[in-house]
């Protein structure tokens, strides 16, 4: 490939990295410079910053947000949590939980079980010691935004694979179905009429994809022309 | 190079490739991170890969090179030279004459050309004391290639504006014209067509170039009996 052997010989530019990242140019950060950014600088940004960011291959990358993506993550989010709650299987955490997956790599999923098991003395809540922790949830759950590409979810699939997440599941607002992924290539597509299968992750846990896009509707108007 | 990172003025990548006129992410160098780069990265091979890069803004960014472009523009300064030298009207400089306009600011039109009597001392022009030439062109000439966007020509012109110029050439091979801005202003913009003759104003007073000259091809008849070469 042309472009292969021309990257070889010049040094790399913002379009090496924005392909790597697999992210618009619009969320990746120059503050600190790419490729230098570490966990401390991470903690900065996430204590003063403007936006919520991940950091990856010591960048910082903004995380889109979107009003109809955060309501179908708050929402899913309810619903497992009534589960984990009922059944006391660990911690369910929404958008607002970071974890280091390994060192200089900190995602943000839109939600995440944490399964006791992988807190050997529980979970820290009092003065914890660092915005984010160092364990990878059981399962990882992300609304996919529009400016999320294929190339970034690809990759962040990689990551909470090898950092030892078990179950991740992609919602997709736009086509209504979920993707399943039990590895970063076994993937199962459900759609409207099928059911989510919490697995061994979350044993006995079922949950319609219709159940995840209800979408709230407001009453009808009580009135005159109603009927009684 | 640089241990400290400095600060990037910009906030994010878009920012950046917004101030260089949305030029393609390929050609804007991602070390120095944009925005924090200093005329002395320029003269670093291991920064620039050795191609030719401009600085804007902290900003590298490689110039879109182009044969067709490449080769007009050395004929536009052939075209030039002609005219100047036997006046020893002052000095022209090719693709790879780098002006700093600033400290963060150094642009390298594809031709350019300075009179004598424009600097303090004309020997400054000739073998300058640093790597950069400390004054405005009096001539800037750009030849457009296929990936130069319109923005990033534009935000160019007001630069040159800002920093002196005194007159500005934008040579487009595939409408086969040239836009003149008198001080890289776009108020005063003409159009020369084929037909048109081109002038130098004050910069290079009695100049005459039919814009004909400049695209007419040149090449002779392909020979006989050879094949074409794909």
Redesign the interface.
């Known amino acids: 490939m042309a472009a292969t052997t021309r990257r070889d010989?010049?040094?790399?530019?913002?379009?090496?990295?924005?392909d790597a990242l697999g992210v618009?140019?619009?969320?990746?950060?120059?503050?600190?410079?790419?490729?230098?950014a570490t966990e401390r600088d991470w903690v900065d940004q996430h204590v003063a910053g403007d936006r919520p960011c991940e950091l990856v291959a010591g960048t910082l990358v903004?995380k889109p947000m979107g009003w109809r993506e955060g309501w179908l993550g708050s929402h899913i989010f309810a619903l497992i949590r009534e589960y984990v709650v009922r059944h006391n299987l660990g911690v369910m955490v929404g958008d607002g939980g970071p974890y280091r997956l390994v060192p200089g790599l900190i995602r943000l999923p839109d939600a995440a079980f944490v399964s006791w098991d992988r807190f050997p003395d529980g979970p820290v809540f009092e003065s914890p010691e660092r915005p984010y922790i160092e364990v990878a949830p059981d399962l990882a759950v992300e609304v996919i935004s529009e400016s999320n590409t294929a190339r970034e979810m690809g990759q962040k699939l990689g990551e909470y694979f090898k950092a030892g997440v078990r179950l991740v599941w992609y919602v997709e607002p736009d086509r209504k179905e979920v993707g399943v992924y039990t590895s970063p290539k076994k993937k199962a597509t459900v759609g409207l009429d099928g059911v989510l299968d919490g697995g061994k992750v979350l044993p006995g846990f079922t949950l319609p994809v219709a159940a995840v896009f209800d979408y709230p509707a407001r009453p009808a108007p009580r009135g005159k022309k109603r009927p009684r | 190079m640089a241990t400290t990172?400095a600060?990037?003025k910009?906030?994010?990548?878009?920012?950046?490739?917004a101030r260089v006129g949305d030029v393609?992410?390929?050609?804007?160098?991602?070390?120095?991170?944009?925005?924090?780069a200093t005329a002395n990265d320029l003269l670093d091979p291991?920064?620039?890969?050795g191609?030719g890069c401009e600085l804007v803004d902290g900003i590298l960014v490689?110039k879109d090179v182009g044969a067709r472009a490449e080769y007009l523009a050395y004929w536009i300064g052939r075209l030039i030279g002609r005219f100047v030298d036997p006046q020893n009207l002052g000095a022209l400089f090719g693709a790879q004459g780098p002006f700093r306009f600033k400290l963060d600011l150094v642009r390298m039109p594809d031709v350019s050309f300075i009179r004598w009597d424009s600097v303090d001392d004309p020997a400054d022009l000739e073998d300058p004391p640093g790597a950069f030439i400390d004054y405005p062109p009096d001539l800037a000439v750009e030849v457009f290639s296929p990936g130069n966007t319109p923005r990033e020509m534009a935000i160019k012109l007001q630069e040159y504006a800002r920093a002196g110029v005194k007159l500005v050439w934008y040579v487009d091979p595939e409408r086969r014209d040239v836009d003149v801005y008198p001080k890289g202003r776009t108020k005063g913009k003409k159009t020369f067509r084929e037909g048109d003759v081109l002038d130098g104003g004050a910069v290079l007073p009695g100049f005459a170039l039919p814009v004909a000259d400049i695209f007419k091809s040149r090449a002779p008849a392909k020979k006989p009996g050879r094949r074409g070469r794909k």
Do not use: M, N, Q
Not at chain 2, 10 to 17: E, I, K, N, S, V
Not at chain 2, 46 to 49: F, K, L, N, P, V
């Open positions: 010989r010049t040094p790399p530019t913002v379009g090496d990295l924005l618009p140019a619009g969320r990746v950060r120059l503050d600190p410079p790419p490729g230098r903004e | 990172a600060k990037s910009f906030r994010t990548f878009a920012d950046a490739l393609p992410a390929a050609r804007v160098r991602l070390y120095p991170a944009p925005g924090t291991a920064i620039t890969g191609r490689e």
